[in-house]
Structures are given as C-alpha cells and as structure tokens.
C-alpha cells in the first residue's frame, strides 16, 4: 500500500507528462475495445441472419449435401410428416419448418426466366422474423386460406417479368419422375432478399402447391429452430439419437459467408492491436525513459542509502500501472459512451458487397473484451517500464550522483 501511494504521488510529479501517457493510453484502449465490440456486434448480427436462414438445425438424407441428384428430390425426405412430429416432442425445440427446393423456368406468356423455388409454409415468415423485405403486395397466405395458387418473387425477377401483384405467371419444373409439368401462380408479393442476384432468380411458393408441381409428397429437408437460450450442441445430439437415419448439419457448418467474414475480421483487428500496442509500447516508453533521465540523480542517491535496485524498479513499474489503470478506465468509459450512443442514434452503414441494403451501426460492449484489453495494455506499461527504469538503474552509484 505505501508502495502504491508512493507511486500515485511520483505520477503527480509531472502533470502535463502524466495527462498525455494516460490520454494515450485511453485513446487506444477506445480504439481497441470499440473496433473488437464492433467486430462482435457483426459476429452476433451474421451468426443470428444465419440462424434464421437455415434454422439452428438442418435435417437431410444423408446423401443430400454429397451426391448431386438425378431427378428432383431424389435425396428428399418421404416420411417427413412423422419425423416432424417426433421431432417436436424434443425440449428446446421452438419449431420444425420443412422446405422444398427445386428450380426451372418462369415465364409471363411473353418470355420466361430461369428461376430458383423455395416451397415452404406460410408460417415460415413468420418464424424467421423480418428477413425479407416485403417491396410490394403480401407475404403468402397460410395454406387453408389460399382460394388460388400463390407466389412471391424476388424484386428483380418482378422487374424482368414485368410482374405485379395479382398478375399470374407459369413455373414449369421437372417432376420427380422425370417429366415436365407447369402450373400457374397469382403474383401474391414481391420481396428483396438484400442480394441482387439472389432476387434475380428467387421464388417462393407454397409447400402444398410445390409439391403439386413436382408429383411428389417429399421435402428437401427440415430446419430446426431452437429457443434463444438453447445449446445448440446438446440439441444436436439429442435429434441425433432420435433421427438416426438423418444427417444433422448446424447452422455454422453452412455459414460459409459468416466463417470468411470472422477470418477476415479476425486479421483485421489483430493486425490493429498489434499497431496499437506498438503505439502505446513507444509512446509510454519514451515518456518514462524522459521521467527515469530526470531522476537519475534521484536513483543514485537512493541506491547510496541502501535502496535495492529491484526495490527502485518496482517502483517505476508501479508508477507506469497506475498510469495504465487511469488511462484504461478512461477508455472504457468511453467506449461504453460510445456503444450507448450508438444505440440510439440511427446510424446506418453503407451496403457490404454484394447486397443491396445496409445495416444500422452497433457497437457490443463486451466485459470479456474490455478486461483482456486492459490487462494487454497495463502488460505493456509495465514492460515499457522495467526496460527504461532498468536502463537508469544500471549507472554506477558516483555517476548518477553527479549526473545533470
């Protein structure tokens, strides 16, 4: 305790020179814990829009990721209905949707397109939350309540077929038996994914209604989606044991686009703290090597009353410690002004590529972050110290006692 005191008292010494130390040393722990919460807000916001994509849990055939099919659904799942059921009697699981997908050609009467279909229920809209954005007319009617075939399509695809909600268009697929069949849908709305290209081809049709148009009563697959607080890896176990035959694929294992972004971001903010701690390293180091050269004369005179050197260097440690606590605790706080701020203040950042739409700006304040990055930059303060003090400490005693 005398020791720390000493050391509070030794930071006042030089006011102006302490003020800057610790508005540096605030200045990157801003900088860091804000980029790191910022990349973990885009962590959580693509784990969460990956979630909701896929579900938690993908339920297929065992060849379905593997093998490329011969005919539609040829993978496909025939007792889904039952496995669905079973599936629901699991605790953690909010919901089973189960979903076609197949593609062929779409067309207006005057020309046609290759389209990609989704074939899902209409409570699937719902389940998701908002992931698409509805441009026109509605989202599909449950099943029960459609008097006429219903379809919805993605904006660009509407613009290429010059299609408006209550217009009809024609799907033509293949069916499972290898013919051609065609059906015609009413325009029911027009919906934006946020990725031009997936809207281009994108069509989202009734389960019902796409299996009527492929001759079948199969599904592709299932998606699983789990209550917010659910262990995703002991879900997974569980569906395991009791859809043996199924493969199980979580959510990250088809996230490609998730994994690349946090490999990315990862480089990224490494490659900053490192800079960072370069800049604090220098920065704190010269300022103590200045402070250690002032008081030389002040070193040999304690060393000349008996004051061990690794008495005299703890001190410096300390005296750079509490320059670093200060100058974290500073930074923190301003890092959670920032994050709060944030919060309320509609920020929107620009459109990442190859989607059409942008994201409001958030920054996560992790309690994690925040004491790793304090910790790094009190580790380097101090080693910046020993190194300096231990510089003025190896002068004999005669010339430090005359040095000016």
């Given at each position: 305790?005398?020791?720390?005191?000493?050391?509070?008292l030794?930071v006042?010494?030089?006011?102006r020179?302490s003020?800057m130390s610790?508005?540096i040393?605030?200045?990157a722990v801003?900088a860091?814990?804000?980029?790191?919460?910022?990349?973990?807000?885009?962590?959580?916001?693509l784990a969460e829009a990956?979630?909701r994509?896929t579900?938690?849990l993908t339920?297929?055939?065992?060849?379905y990721f593997t093998?490329?099919?011969?005919?539609?659904?040829?993978?496909?799942?025939a007792?889904?209905?039952?496995?669905?059921?079973?599936?629901m009697a699991?605790?953690?699981?909010k919901?089973v949707?189960?979903?076609?997908?197949?593609s062929?050609?779409?067309?207006?009467?005057?020309k046609?397109a290759?389209?990609?279909?989704q074939?899902v229920?209409?409570?699937?809209?719902?389940q998701?939350?908002p992931?698409?954005?509805?441009k026109a007319?509605?989202l599909l009617?449950p099943e029960e309540r459609?008097e006429q075939?219903?379809v919805?399509l993605?904006?660009?695809?509407?613009?290429?077929?010059?299609?408006?909600?209550?217009?009809?268009?024609?799907?033509?697929s293949?069916?499972t038996?290898?013919?051609?069949?065609a059906?015609d849908f009413?325009?029911?709305?027009?919906?934006s994914t946020?990725?031009?290209?997936m809207?281009?081809?994108?069509?989202?049709v009734s389960?019902d209604?796409?299996?009527?148009?492929?001759?079948?009563d199969?599904?592709s697959?299932m998606s699983?989606?789990?209550?917010a607080?659910?262990?995703?890896?002991?879900?997974?176990?569980?569906?395991e044991?009791?859809?043996a035959s199924l493969?199980?694929?979580?959510?990250w294992k088809?996230?490609?686009f998730y994994e690349?972004v946090?490999?990315l971001y990862?480089?990224?903010?490494?490659?900053?703290g490192?800079?960072?701690?370069?800049v604090?390293f220098?920065s704190?180091f010269?300022?103590l090597s200045m402070?250690?050269?002032e008081?030389?004369?002040?070193?040999?005179?304690?060393?000349?009353l008996?004051t061990?050197?690794?008495e005299q260097?703890i001190g410096?440690?300390?005296e750079?410690?509490?320059?670093?606590v200060?100058?974290?605790?500073?930074?923190?706080?301003l890092?959670?002004?920032?994050?709060?701020?944030l919060?309320f203040?509609?920020i929107?950042?620009?459109?990442?590529p190859g989607?059409?739409?942008?994201?409001?700006l958030?920054?996560?304040?992790?309690?994690f972050?925040?004491a790793?990055?304090?910790f790094g930059v009190v580790?380097?303060?101090a080693?910046?110290?020993a190194?300096a003090a231990n510089?003025g400490?190896?002068?004999p005693?005669?010339?430090?006692?005359?040095y000016?």
């Amino acid at each position: 305790m005398r020791r720390l005191k000493h050391a509070l008292l030794n930071v006042q010494r030089n006011r102006r020179r302490s003020v800057m130390s610790v508005l540096i040393i605030a200045i990157a722990v801003l900088a860091l814990v804000s980029a790191g919460g910022f990349g973990l807000f885009t962590y959580q916001s693509l784990a969460e829009a990956a979630a909701r994509d896929t579900g938690h849990l993908t339920l297929s055939s065992q060849q379905y990721f593997t093998e490329q099919e011969d005919f539609p659904l040829q993978c496909g799942l025939a007792d889904w209905q039952q496995q669905r059921q079973a599936l629901m009697a699991i605790n953690g699981i909010k919901a089973v949707q189960p979903r076609i997908e197949f593609s062929g050609l779409i067309s207006n009467g005057d020309k046609s397109a290759i389209f990609i279909g989704q074939g899902v229920l209409a409570s699937e809209f719902t389940q998701k939350g908002p992931f698409l954005d509805v441009k026109a007319g509605q989202l599909l009617s449950p099943e029960e309540r459609q008097e006429q075939p219903q379809v919805l399509l993605g904006e660009e695809l509407a613009r290429n077929m010059k299609a408006k909600p209550g217009n009809w268009i024609t799907l033509l697929s293949t069916t499972t038996e290898g013919a051609l069949n065609a059906y015609d849908f009413m325009v029911q709305g027009i919906v934006s994914t946020g990725v031009p290209e997936m809207d281009k081809r994108l069509v989202y049709v009734s389960l019902d209604f796409s299996q009527a148009l492929l001759a079948t009563d199969k599904v592709s697959l299932m998606s699983v989606f789990a209550f917010a607080n659910q262990d995703i890896e002991q879900l997974k176990q569980q569906v395991e044991q009791q859809q043996a035959s199924l493969l199980v694929t979580p959510w990250w294992k088809q996230a490609f686009f998730y994994e690349a972004v946090k490999g990315l971001y990862n480089r990224i903010f490494g490659v900053m703290g490192i800079i960072m701690a370069l800049v604090v390293f220098v920065s704190l180091f010269n300022t103590l090597s200045m402070s250690v050269t002032e008081r030389t004369r002040e070193i040999g005179t304690l060393s000349a009353l008996g004051t061990a050197n690794s008495e005299q260097l703890i001190g410096f440690v300390l005296e750079a410690v509490v320059l670093a606590v200060i100058g974290s605790l500073i930074g923190l706080l301003l890092s959670g002004s920032v994050s709060l701020f944030l919060l309320f203040a509609d920020i929107q950042m620009p459109p990442p590529p190859g989607r059409s739409v942008g994201y409001p700006l958030h920054i996560t304040f992790s309690l994690f972050l925040a004491a790793i990055v304090s910790f790094g930059v009190v580790c380097i303060c101090a080693l910046a110290s020993a190194i300096a003090a231990n510089k003025g400490l190896k002068k004999p005693i005669t010339e430090a006692l005359i040095y000016v």
